[in-house]
């Protein structure tokens, strides 16, 4: 089987080959700058030498833009794509073209900067396939964050990630019975370590669950 032909099959099941390295090209300016398929943004004071990065994963129907506004004032290097559809492709119970569209832009971004450490997080739509791409790449992400997910595609798992789950007591759009209170128990018979956060409220990121989220990963 050829390289491309094998890539085709990993990406199908949610598999990223793209791998943090010594960067061969210059590091991109402080600021929020059009990249790949979608937005990163690198803060001002983003430390010399090894950074966190954070992917970012907007809800069904959202916006990189949108995105990033739940990392605001976090020191840490942020990318946020965009699904090439409506949402993510995970909605249809399989992986497909955004895998292989993240894992291009992966590629190229760890050509610019050295990741010591990478987490994968997202909201509603994007919770979910945060979920399901963090847990197949468990060796690349060392946290998986979760705010309000629907389901978890199933699939080959590696690693074992740091999770993190929060969601509305009242959300209206992924009533939280069927979806977090199945979610949470089911990866932590099988082992994973879930920081779980139920909240008043619907669908949506308070900040403080955000900052619980976020304060180890980008202080």
Do not use: C
Request: proline letters at 7%.
């Amino acid at each position: 089987m050829s390289t491309t032909a094998q890539l085709g099959t990993g990406w199908r099941l949610g598999e990223l080959a793209a791998k943090p390295g010594q960067p061969s090209r210059e590091r991109l300016a402080a600021g929020t700058h059009a990249f790949a398929d979608g937005l990163v943004h690198v803060p001002a004071d983003l430390p010399e030498g090894p950074v966190a990065l954070v992917v970012l994963l907007h809800g069904a129907g959202s916006t990189p833009e949108r995105a990033l506004k739940l990392m605001q004032d976090r020191n840490a290097l942020v990318y946020a794509p965009k699904s090439r559809a409506r949402t993510w492709d995970a909605i249809h119970g399989n992986f497909g073209p955004d895998v292989e569209a993240l894992d291009r832009s992966l590629r190229e971004l760890f050509e610019h900067f050295d990741v010591k450490t990478a987490a994968i997080a997202g909201f509603s739509d994007g919770a979910s396939y945060a979920l399901s791409l963090g847990l197949v790449n468990g060796t690349l992400f060392e946290h998986v964050v979760a705010f309000s997910p629907g389901f978890v595609v199933p699939g080959a798992r590696a690693g074992k990630p740091n999770v993190f789950v929060s969601h509305g007591r009242h959300d209206g759009v992924l009533p939280i019975e069927a979806t977090s209170r199945m979610i949470v128990p089911a990866l932590r018979i099988v082992g994973y370590r879930v920081d779980y956060r139920e909240f008043t409220g619907g669908h949506e990121v308070p900040s403080t669950v955000a900052d619980s989220a976020f304060r180890r990963i980008a202080p």
